[in-house]
């Protein structure tokens, strides 16, 4: 059985129970369930995943080929700390008679986070860049794996 069987089928097993949870909750308003997983399915696939490959073709035609995939890695891990830090920076519903709700400025964590993770990109590539050049002009070599490189 193969990786990508095995992971969907995965997928949809968890989406099915996510389904048959949400459909069998005694408390849940199940025609605002239905909307809200009806609104990630459009907003996944017709929103997120276009947005994506979007940029990974812009990406992939605009930057040099060593410099590709820790871009695409450091977007990827931005991406993943703005959505799950994005509402916390935000601050919606917190109450201001109550500043323990929400006790830090999420909005200049987020930012610190997204600095360190740009650094290391930076690193990466800059790392990858002295390799080559140590290498010395005109010298065959395999694809070395921390850049990206194909051939």
């Known amino acids: 059985m193969t990786v990508r ?5 995965l997928g949809v097993g968890l989406m099915a129970f996510a389904l048959v949870g949400a459909l069998t909750d005694h408390d ?10 009806a609104a990630v399915l459009v907003g996944h696939d017709f929103v997120l995943l276009p947005a994506a490959l979007l940029v990974g073709t812009a990406v992939t035609r605009w930057l040099p080929r060593p410099a590709r995939t820790p871009v695409l890695g450091g977007l990827f891990v931005t991406a993943v700390l703005a959505f799950v830090a994005l509402p916390l920076a935000l601050g919606p519903g917190a109450p201001a008679d109550n500043p323990s709700v929400l006790p830090r400025d999420y909005g200049v964590g987020l930012a610190l986070t997204a600095a360190v993770v740009w650094s290391g990109v930076a690193a990466w590539i800059a790392g ?3 390799r080559r050049a140590r290498r010395g002009p005109g010298v065959a070599t395999p694809a070395d794996p921390g850049t990206g490189a194909d051939t």
Request: charged residues 10%.
């Open 28 to 37: 849940a308003r199940r025609p605002g369930v239905l909307v809200v997983l």
């Open 5 to 9: 069987i095995l992971l969907g089928a």
């Open 128 to 130: 990858a860049a002295l």
